[in-house]
């Protein structure tokens, strides 16, 4: 190593140090895929790390433990006055002085350790049986004094390196995501799957997502960053490849919430002459793979179907958690016009009902349900349902010393056919909610939210066990068409109609295609999601390989304009041009490892991730426009409009 100095011309000071270092290969390693056996005799070996804590014993002896570069195990160093054979005179000195955290080369004698210490709770593990007679250390670089780096220190997020330095949780998620994707591409790569990179710099479509949109400098022109590879795969499908993959990055300029990221990885995949049987077949021999040899745990082979008919009646989601109970069932047929109106504002409503049964303290204990559900609804996650236009929820806490068992407000007929549907015991929640009577559309109703919320808050006050297991499932037949809406600006077209998976998606029969001019809104889809614990792994979908079904679909269907039409003509020609059938699916690779490894949110796997700002605090990104950038790429700022914050 040596140390260049810079100095001030004019005043003589040193302006910094500079270390200039070769240093020699490690003969051991600490990570912890490599033993550390004891040597036979003696054995000089190199190591790589961090220093770790030091404990001194006297000004002449001290122990310091060396951490390997993966920081999972760490050996104890120990230096003393005396010099060595073969030893620098100077290494007591130097390893005294230096900080913990500064990454060093040890040279020293292997030999078996005396006396083993016990085991503490730190993440790092402790090598017991061997240690280390300073020979000589090497300081790879300097660790400041004004960063202070203890075992209780909290990095935020603008320090993200550090905060991944120090969390071993962190870097096991990154371990484990790499793992999987090995493992997913080997077993593609079995299955015949080809690895085919897509372009990021594509053209704006409107697929349904906002997008991202990159200027050029040639004036009026820009590039779109990909929503998904989509057309491009169905492209590959015209192109003669029969079964593609890629881990690709896609980007949508959306809202941001734990599981979403304005960038994110998903593995996405195509097969022709296929449908959705074979697409769901090999889905399902994917995920079965990663949880057998990642978390040693068995999957059903085939995985149970739902409609998104029945998911949305029976759970108020199209992505349910079935891990519990707690099942919607219509009523309105039960009650008395008059506690109708008293629910709802609604003409002919529809009034559905679940129950809410603890099962971690006494069941016939109405007074903790009361006192539950009273909480609930004044704490700021149950004022909302309570605030909901289509009137709030009725709830009834089941009391066998009330009138009717507390459903008095019920009539008596009333009350008697509620508890006969709904099998209520004493000491449950009964909870009614109104909606408009019309076909589903979202993605949840306003009961299905409030049965998750009311679940999540029993679990964490411990009135409820919390479901355990993973419990997968594919939610089938979604509507082709929903109407549009302002949270999702859909294709642009004129018809009030939005394409509820993307524009490319075959109606499911013959049936279906008759229907499209007739009544769109009643058109299923060969749509299928992949929904595990609640949480939708994936979607994807039977592709439309017929140009004139493309083309009728945006343009009579959709009513799209000719332009916007126009923005799909490579598409159209590929499928022209004797496309095969065809189809697909994407898995949102974030969420998926987020759910195997039990993370609240996709930032826990993420190594640089995005705050719900769509921030990244440590690199300071976006940036701002400089008068240059500006000019280069022909913008301006439009006089009025402010800035989305």
């Given at each position: 190593m040596k140390i260049f100095r810079i100095f001030c011309v004019s005043c003589g000071n040193t302006l910094i140090h500079?270390?200039?270092?070769?240093?020699?290969?490690?003969?051991?390693?600490?990570?912890?895929?490599?033993?550390?056996?004891?040597?036979?005799?003696?054995?000089?070996?190199?190591?790589?790390?961090?220093?770790?804590?030091?404990?001194?014993?006297?000004?002449?002896?001290?122990?310091?433990?060396?951490?390997?570069?993966?920081?999972?195990?760490?050996?104890?160093?120990?230096?003393?006055?005396?010099?060595?054979?073969?030893?620098d005179a100077s290494?007591?000195?130097?390893?005294?002085?230096?900080?913990?955290?500064?990454?060093?080369?040890?040279?020293?004698?292997?030999?078996?350790?005396?006396?083993?210490?016990?085991?503490?709770?730190?993440?790092?593990?402790?090598?017991?049986?061997?240690?280390?007679?300073?020979?000589?250390i090497q300081p790879l670089n300097e660790f400041p004094s004004d960063i202070v780096a203890t075992a209780d220190t909290v990095f935020g997020p603008e320090q993200r390196h550090l905060q991944l330095r120090s969390e071993a949780e962190l870097r096991k998620a990154l371990s484990f995501r790499s793992k999987v994707g090995l493992t997913l591409r080997s077993k593609l790569d079995e299955l015949g799957f080809v690895d085919i990179e897509t372009p990021l710099l594509f053209k704006s479509t409107p697929e349904g997502a906002r997008e991202f949109i990159v200027p050029t400098r040639r004036k009026g022109f820009a590039y779109a960053l990909p929503q998904s590879p989509?057309?491009?795969?169905?492209?590959l499908m015209g192109s003669g490849i029969p079964k593609y993959y890629q881990f690709a990055r896609c980007f949508r300029d959306e809202d941001l919430r734990a599981d979403r990221q304005p960038e994110f990885t998903q593995l996405d995949l195509e097969m022709s002459f296929a449908g959705a049987e074979q697409v769901m077949s090999t889905i399902e021999d994917l995920i079965c793979s990663i949880w057998s040899q990642h978390l040693n745990i068995r999957l059903p082979k085939v995985f149970p179907r739902i409609s998104y008919e029945e998911a949305m009646s029976q759970y108020g989601s199209d992505k349910p958690d079935t891990r519990f109970d707690m099942m919607l069932s219509r009523i309105d047929y039960l009650l008395p016009g008059d506690l109708i109106a008293k629910i709802t504002s609604l003409h002919d409503p529809i009034?559905?009902?679940?129950?809410?049964?603890?099962?971690?303290?006494?069941?016939?204990?109405?007074?903790?349900?009361?006192?539950?559900?009273?909480?609930?609804?004044?704490?700021?996650?149950?004022?909302?349902?309570?605030?909901?236009?289509?009137?709030?929820?009725?709830?009834?806490?089941?009391?066998?010393?009330?009138?009717?068992?507390?459903?008095?407000?019920?009539?008596?007929?009333?009350?008697?056919?509620v508890n006969d549907e709904c099998q209520i015991e004493d000491g449950d929640l009964l909870v009614l909610q109104a909606r408009v009577n019309r076909p589903f559309s979202a993605g949840s109703t306003a009961l299905g939210n409030l049965r998750l919320a009311l679940h999540a808050a029993a679990v964490r006050q411990g009135y409820i066990k919390p479901p355990t297991g993973f419990d997968p499932l594919w939610i089938t037949d979604f509507p082709l068409f929903s109407p549009t809406s302002d949270v999702e600006p859909g294709q642009g077209g004129s018809a009030g109609l939005a394409a509820t998976h993307h524009p490319f998606t075959s109606p499911k029969t013959a049936a279906d295609v008759d229907m499209l001019l007739l009544d769109p809104t009643r058109v299923i889809g060969d749509h299928y999601d992949l929904v595990v614990n609640g949480v939708e792994l994936g979607g994807g979908s039977r592709r439309i390989h017929n140009a004139q079904l493309q083309a009728l679909i945006m343009r009579d269907v959709l009513k799209m304009s000719s332009e916007r039409l126009a923005d799909f003509s490579h598409l159209l020609e590929v499928l022209r041009a004797g496309c095969p059938p065809h189809a697909g699916i994407a898995l949102g690779f974030d969420r998926l490892i987020a759910l195997m490894l039990g993370k609240s949110s996709v930032r826990d796997v993420i190594a640089f991730p995005k705050t719900g700002k769509g921030e990244d605090p440590l690199v300071k990104s976006p940036g701002p426009l400089s008068e240059g950038n500006l000019n280069t790429y022909h913008l301006q700022y439009s006089p009025g409009v402010e800035s989305i914050t």
């Open positions: 500079i270390l200039v270092t070769s240093f020699p290969a490690e003969t051991r390693s600490l990570t912890s895929s490599e033993p550390i056996t004891p040597p036979d005799g003696e054995e000089v070996v190199v190591l790589h790390g961090y220093l770790g804590s030091i404990a001194s014993l006297s000004k002449k002896l001290i122990f310091v433990q060396l951490i390997g570069k993966d920081r999972t195990r760490s050996i104890q160093i120990v230096s003393s006055a005396r010099t060595l054979k073969d030893g290494a007591h000195e130097i390893i005294k002085k230096l900080p913990m955290h500064t990454p060093v080369v040890v040279r020293g004698l292997l030999r078996e350790r005396e006396q083993q210490p016990k085991q503490d709770s730190s993440e790092i593990e402790k090598i017991k049986h061997v240690e280390v007679d300073l020979l000589s989509q057309q491009f795969k169905q492209i009034i559905e009902a679940f129950v809410l049964r603890f099962d971690s303290v006494p069941s016939n204990e109405p007074h903790i349900t009361r006192n539950f559900i009273g909480s609930f609804l004044d704490s700021p996650g149950g004022t909302s349902f309570m605030a909901n236009p289509d009137g709030g929820p009725g709830v009834f806490v089941i009391d066998s010393q009330q009138p009717l068992q507390g459903l008095q407000a019920l009539g008596f007929e009333a009350a008697e056919h």
